[in-house]
C-alpha cells in the first residue's frame, strides 16, 4: 500500500501538467467520418492505397541486374506511352463528330505526319525491348493495342502492312498488356515511377 501511495504522490505533479495542457474543448485537428459501434465512437479515416515491395535492386545479382535494367527501358517508354494515350483521346474526340470518312482519313493521315516529324527520330532510338515494353505500354494508356489503334485510324491494309514490318523486327502490335501476370514487373514500376518512388 505504500508503495502505491509513494507512486500516486510521485505521479501527481505529472498529472496535474497533463491536466492543464489537455483542453477537452479544443476542436482542432481535421474532420473525418465516425462509425458507433456499442455507444463507442470510432473515427474512420480513409487513406489511399499503398504498394509494399521488397527491393529488387539491392545486391549484385543476376535478378538486381535485370530489375535495374527493366527500370531503365520502361522509365525511356512510359513517357511515349503517356503521350501515346493523350494523343489517342484528342484524335478519338476531333474524327468523332466528322461524318465523312475522307476527311477522317485526311485528318488522320496528317497526324500520322506530325508526329512522325515530332517524334521518329526518338522513336527510331529506342532498343527492340524498349520498343517492346512501348507497345504494351500504350495498351495500357489506351486499353486498345495498337494493331488496333492504327486499324481504326488508318485502315486494316495499312494495320497489316504495319503489322507485317514490324514482325519481321520481332515486334507484334496485337500484344496486350497483362499486369497482373507476365507485365506484374513492368506495372510495379510505372506505379513506383507514378509515385515518384524511382
Given at each position: 500500500m505504500r508503495f502505491i501511495l509513494f507512486g500516486f504522490l510521485a505521479l501527481s505533479p505529472f498529472l496535474v501538467l497533463a491536466q492543464n495542457?489537455?483542453?477537452?474543448?479544443?476542436?482542432?485537428g481535421f474532420p473525418c467520418s465516425a462509425k458507433v459501434?456499442?455507444?463507442?465512437?470510432?473515427?474512420?479515416?480513409?487513406?489511399?492505397?499503398?504498394?509494399?515491395?521488397?527491393?529488387?535492386s539491392a545486391g549484385n545479382s543476376t535478378e538486381a541486374r535485370q530489375w535495374d535494367r527493366l527500370v531503365r527501358n520502361v522509365k525511356k517508354a512510359y513517357p511515349y506511352a503517356k503521350l501515346a494515350g493523350a494523343k489517342f483521346n484528342e484524335y478519338n474526340q476531333k474524327i468523332a463528330g466528322i461524318q465523312n470518312k475522307s476527311v477522317q482519313k485526311v485528318m488522320m493521315k496528317q497526324a500520322e505526319d506530325e508526329l512522325q516529324a515530332q517524334f521518329g527520330e526518338e522513336l527510331k532510338e529506342l532498343t527492340i525491348t524498349q520498343g517492346k515494353i512501348l507497345l504494351k505500354l500504350i495498351d495500357r494508356q489506351t486499353s486498345n493495342c495498337s494493331y488496333d489503334i492504327v486499324k481504326d485510324f488508318r485502315g486494316s491494309f495499312r494495320a497489316f502492312f504495319y503489322q507485317s514490318f514490324a514482325r519481321m523486327f520481332g515486334y507484334n502490335l496485337k500484344v496486350k498488356y497483362d499486369p497482373l501476370g507476365e507485365d506484374a514487373d513492368i506495372e510495379r514500376v510505372v506505379l513506383l515511377i507514378e509515385n515518384g518512388s524511382i
Amino acid at each position: 500500500m505504500r508503495f502505491i501511495l509513494f507512486g500516486f504522490l510521485a505521479l501527481s505533479p505529472f498529472l496535474v501538467l497533463a491536466q492543464n495542457t489537455l483542453n477537452l474543448n479544443d476542436t482542432t485537428g481535421f474532420p473525418c467520418s465516425a462509425k458507433v459501434i456499442d455507444s463507442d465512437t470510432i473515427p474512420m479515416v480513409y487513406i489511399g492505397e499503398v504498394y509494399v515491395w521488397g527491393n529488387r535492386s539491392a545486391g549484385n545479382s543476376t535478378e538486381a541486374r535485370q530489375w535495374d535494367r527493366l527500370v531503365r527501358n520502361v522509365k525511356k517508354a512510359y513517357p511515349y506511352a503517356k503521350l501515346a494515350g493523350a494523343k489517342f483521346n484528342e484524335y478519338n474526340q476531333k474524327i468523332a463528330g466528322i461524318q465523312n470518312k475522307s476527311v477522317q482519313k485526311v485528318m488522320m493521315k496528317q497526324a500520322e505526319d506530325e508526329l512522325q516529324a515530332q517524334f521518329g527520330e526518338e522513336l527510331k532510338e529506342l532498343t527492340i525491348t524498349q520498343g517492346k515494353i512501348l507497345l504494351k505500354l500504350i495498351d495500357r494508356q489506351t486499353s486498345n493495342c495498337s494493331y488496333d489503334i492504327v486499324k481504326d485510324f488508318r485502315g486494316s491494309f495499312r494495320a497489316f502492312f504495319y503489322q507485317s514490318f514490324a514482325r519481321m523486327f520481332g515486334y507484334n502490335l496485337k500484344v496486350k498488356y497483362d499486369p497482373l501476370g507476365e507485365d506484374a514487373d513492368i506495372e510495379r514500376v510505372v506505379l513506383l515511377i507514378e509515385n515518384g518512388s524511382i
